[in-house]
């Protein structure tokens, strides 16, 4: 089973930017396509984003298109998410997770089966 730990969250001011970060154990990494999704306080879990196994294809939310890109290096085991033009709404845990495919996924939940701890970004108005 997979693990999954992500880093790079913080307070940040609207305007700004960060890179998040995922950081898989286990075997098969390159495989399986992998997912981020955020969750704030009192929502649905929601998802942002999306790579294939080779990180040539990616889904975005249209929430998020334009100001979120989605990266994957599979020697290092990990997948980003660079965010830009922060914004209060994007505040929220963010976890990533791993599918269960190898191409890209439309956001389905199921499609998912190995999910990190999550990283808090609170942006400030």
């Known amino acids: 089973q997979a693990q999954l730990v992500e880093s790079g969250g913080g307070l940040v001011q609207a305007g700004g930017s960060l890179r998040l970060s995922c950081a898989a154990s286990?075997?098969?990494?390159?495989?399986?396509?992998m997912g981020w999704f955020r969750q704030a306080p009192g929502k649905e879990r929601e998802f942002v984003a999306s790579?294939?196994?080779?990180?040539?294809?990616?889904y975005y939310a249209d929430s998020v298109k334009g100001r979120f890109t989605i990266s994957r290096d599979n020697t290092r085991k990990t997948v980003d998410l660079r965010i830009n033009r922060l914004q209060p709404e994007d505040t929220a845990t963010y976890h990533c997770?791993?599918?269960?495919?190898?191409?890209?996924?439309?956001?389905?939940?199921?499609?998912?089966?190995?999910w990190g701890q999550g990283t808090q970004v609170t942006v400030s108005p």
């Open positions: 286990g075997r098969n990494f390159d495989v399986y396509a």
């Open positions: 997770a791993k599918s269960i495919r190898s191409l890209v996924s439309r956001g389905v939940l199921a499609d998912f089966e190995a």
């Open positions: 790579i294939d196994w080779s990180g040539r294809d990616t």
